[in-house]
């Protein structure tokens, strides 16, 4: 697992391990050209799928369960949602 603090991190990563003849998982995973698999997450993410709220938690949990590259705006918004 890599953590990354912003998202500019996150996909200078993703890119150089896609231009090298990466192929891409599901939730932030992404497996390099010798078949090793990272997963390339925000910092922040644990955090919010810790957080005692736990309407909060499963919300980023699930948005980031959409995702192929995660997004740290999108995982944000997800865990920030008024419902």
């Known amino acids: 697992m890599i953590q990354c603090d912003t998202q500019e991190e996150i996909d200078r990563l993703w890119s150089a391990l896609l231009e090298n003849g990466g192929e891409v998982e599901q ?6 050209r010798w078949g090793l698999c990272w997963q390339i997450v925000p910092r922040v993410l644990g955090d919010m799928v810790a957080h005692s709220d736990r309407d909060r938690a499963k919300r980023a949990t699930e948005a980031m369960l959409g995702m192929i ?3 740290i705006a999108g995982l944000e918004r997800a865990f920030h949602a008024r419902v």
Do not use: Q
Not at 27 to 32: F, K, M, V
């Open 27 to 32: 939730c932030g995973w992404i497996r390099d």
């Open 69 to 71: 590259k995660l997004d």
